[in-house]
């Protein structure tokens, strides 16, 4: 069975059939969705999606706007869901960033207290690069120790997926160049078919859903591991459509020969658990009324459940988002207030050596 | 590949394609026509109707959007002086003088035959470089868009009309504002003063629009007149300017490559390729009697109109081809895509090579019906230009403020649209040329980032291997000596121009250059704590911004006695009107704060239109009430908008 019908289940069980009063609720209302990014991204689509079956879950069969609300470095769209009236009709799915933001400056803090957690969603990350780097050809991670030439292409310094890639090869003992601000993942994209930079961590929604078929399939390279993400009792979720493709911790341990430990691996899996795994929060404003936000978690995880999203959400973006359940994801924000010194420690000294 | 284009061909013509191809261009007029919104709202608006629909109805209806914007942002550009979409602005650069000389029609007709034909030849270039996409695009690096960035740069003189030393420093300016935000490869957001509206960098469209359409309102509303300042003269007419594109045809075909290429080229896009295109005639030979650039020469319509409706079929080859989408515009493309089932890459130009070629067939349909359509209603638009500016002022400021919401929702937003229109008006008075300032604000993001990126991947040695590096490096060298040349050649006629521009506005002039020399030596301290990537920047346009800047204003100071003693030493009827406007604005903002927006909005046309303008009761009541049913119906049944929460309601 699997995970994602376990806690969908689980969910259920917890929450119990919609009291009668909420039944009605929706009838001839629309639910306005505030995303912090732009329209055309992941985070818009997979909303946009994922929208057009909630309904269906919803007694009264409510409409949906998803609406952008971007700028202040992602900040606007967290401000405008959480200051809205907390009456249901308007929810954030938005793209959450806790871990660093926990760490980072107080302006990009967020007190997600303020907000009614209706789920988790996240999408895996993963590697891959060029197969011609320095005049020799990858086949793949084993030609990694000893290449020259080996150039990271990244976001920005802050961005989680720049950060685990650096410590990722770090941990390997891979000698590499970083270039980092394109900003966005097809910029990246392109520069790495330019062979301006030829490595890159992104999450596998991306991957699946064109680079594989533009850079791997058109034989200019190759896929190199996934990042595990763990459910709740520690086992892994997530590994739909990464066939035979290695995951992180075992690509460690055939090239170093034993299992990845240390604090460069406690920093990478809490990034990768806290970003990859719950890319975006969705929730409602504090003091939405206790119905509503029942309604609002079973709907949601029935939808998860439903076999034409997922049908539409494998086509869309190669697999079907991590489904972390409000428990789950109330735990997590709690574990944000007490970051362990040393991974704090760990991931702002990468973010400083990593600014150019 | 025949069979396939023939194939696209007829899935175009399939029903309810049609349909929804229609449907989609009668939308992206709109959008086009109405200051601050555009192609990309209309997509957000629509892209969730497409959930659920046929693969190529659903493509005809959002490429009907996209296809047509820049044809209709022209009618602002032509009739208000204000750019219809970020894609327009160097349009208004001629499009309005004809406007003011009475001539919009025939501005109007260069105009749309001019978008229809780079529409159109867009289309077929996209068709016909799909078996070369990957070597086109890729021949294009980081050090090439640093390059092109530059090349951008050198057409300050051009967008100057002879007032060199303003151009650049206000060149300097928007560089020095487009480093507002988070540099690109570092963490701590530069000159933002800790308010989080400016965590990101000004936003261009409340920018632009404060830039030059509260300047152009505010004139209109001065000076009590209609924005043609000569009689109706039918003969400059639609077929007038219709036949102006057509015997310009070697600029129309020029400049449809310029945004051809410009599109293809991701992080570029409409609003630089009309700049580049604007720039590429101006520095063209002007035939004998041929009216000065800027002050209303029909071939400063043609070349940046062709170059932007050509831009989408450039935008879409690595879009489509590559799974690259190069702006924002085909960012939400790409997603539309993906939702649809297209697979962008491989598979469009393999087995989905017939739903490929349908949108070049789309974008050649819609751009063929779009100008169509606006030439039969331009003379009645064209006939707006007679009408008194009172009735205009009103409802142009509603669709402004309003397009600076809908951009970013914020009242920051309005207040940067009154912040940046007293700049402009300023500029305007003083001389100072606005296009300048909006030049550098377009090209310092993309100059910083491909600089940086550069920095960090390419050694000095790459750099010189590169052949197409060295073709743009000694372009740049011509294209400095080049505005060198023309810019000493044409002082001695534009300086008298220049001047007698600047002389009304003497003390506005003398006011900026003093206040952006504050400002740029203001902009240096800072920087000096910051990492090198983010600092670099600043600490070459602060130096230089304040030479220029000292430059403009010694030269005005040398002139300062020369103004005739006339004059006065108090502030003019028309300055005290001016400052009645902008603060009749600033309350406007004060009362949208205070009990919402439609009340400001709808208060804004009624007192405006009541008082001020002491038009009748009856058209006064009719005309607010016009302008409450349009934020009902456009900005919350259909933009589905969200206003501001009212400080006073809230209390209550």
Known sequence: MP??????????????????????????????????LGAGGSTGVMAQLFANHWADHIPGNPDFIVQPVTGGAQMAGIIEARNARPDGLTLAWVSWSGPTRAIGPASQNVDWSDFEVIAGMGVPTMAYMRNDVGGATVTGPADLPGLSGLQLGGYRPGSYLDLIGRMSLDLLGIEYGYTTGFGDGSSIVAALQRDEVNFHVTPAGNYFGGIEDNVVGAGIGLPLWYYEL????????????FGDMPSFRSVVEDLTGAPPEGPLYDAIEWLNQGMAGTTWLIAAPRGVDAETLALLRESFAATVEEPAFR?????????????????????????????????????TSY?????? | MIDAFLSGLGLVFTWPTPLYLGLGVLFGLWLGAVPGLGGITGVVIILPFTFGMDTVPALALILGVFAVTATSDTIASVMLGIPGTAASQATVMDGYPMAQKGQAARAFGAAFTASAIGGVLGGLAMAASLPLIRPLILSFGTPEFFLLGALGLTMVATVSGGAVSKGLAAAAAGLLLSQVGFPVASEEPRYWFEIMYLIDGFPLIPVVLGLFALPEMLDLAVRNASISRVDRDETESLTAGIRDALRNWWLVIRCSWIGIYIGMLPGLGGMIADWVAYGHVAQSKRAPGEPEYGTGNVRGVIAPEAANNAVLGGALIPTVGLGIPGSASMAILLGAFTILGLAPGR???????????????????????????????????????????????????????????????????WLTVLGFGALGYLMKRGGWPRPALVLGFVLGPVMESSLVLSWQSFSPADLLARPLSIALAVLLVVALVFA?????KARDVSSLRAASRALGGHPASIFLGLALSATFLAAIAPALGWPPSARRFPLVIAPLGALFAAVALVTDLRAWPKRPASE??????????????????????????????????????????????????????????????????????????????PALALWG
């Not at chain 1, 973010?351 to 150019?356: F, K, L, M, N, V």
């Not at chain 2, 030439?375 to 402004?400: D, K, N, T």
């Not at chain 2, 060198?484 to 000493?488: F, G, P, Q």
């Open chain 1, 3 to 36: 995970r994602t019908t376990v806690l969908a289940g689980l969910a259920a069980l917890t929450l119990g059939a919609p009291p009668a009063l909420a039944e009605d609720r929706y009838e001839g209302e629309t639910i306005r969705i505030v995303i912090n």
């Open chain 1, 230 to 241: 763990a459910g709740p009792d520690g086992q892994p979720v997530g590994l739909e459509g």
């Open chain 1, 311 to 347: 049908e539409a959400a494998t086509a869309t973006a190669g697999s079907v988002p991590v489904f972390t359940g409000p428990a789950q994801m109330e735990t997590m924000i709690d574990g944000l207030r007490a970051v362990d010194p040393a991974i704090a420690e760990t991931v």
């Open chain 1, 351 to 356: 973010i400083a050596s990593g600014t150019q």
């Open chain 2, 347 to 413: 598979a469009m130009l393999s087995t989905q090579l017939d739903i490929t070629f349908s949108l070049v067939w789309m974008l050649i349909v819609a751009n063929i019906f779009g100008a169509g359509l606006l030439m039969i209603v331009s003379r009645q638009m064209a006939r707006l230009s007679f009408v008194s500016g009172h009735l205009i002022v009103p409802g142009v400021i509603l669709f402004v403020f309003m397009g600076a919401w809908l951009d970013t929702p914020s009242i920051a937003s």
């Open chain 2, 484 to 488: 060198i040349r023309s810019t000493l």
């Open chain 2, 568 to 645: 006065g030493r108090g502030p003019d009827p028309e300055t005290l009107k001016s400052a009645g406007f902008l603060l009749a604005i600033g309350a406007m903002i004060a009362t949208a704060w205070a009990f919402g927006q439609p009340v400001a909005l709808v208060g804004f046309v009624a007192l405006y239109l009541g008082l001020a303008t002491r038009h009748r009761i009856g058209w006064t009541l009719l005309y607010a009430a016009g302008a409450a049913l349009a934020l009902y119906v456009i900005y919350h049944r259909v933009l589905h908008v969200r206003w501001l929460e």
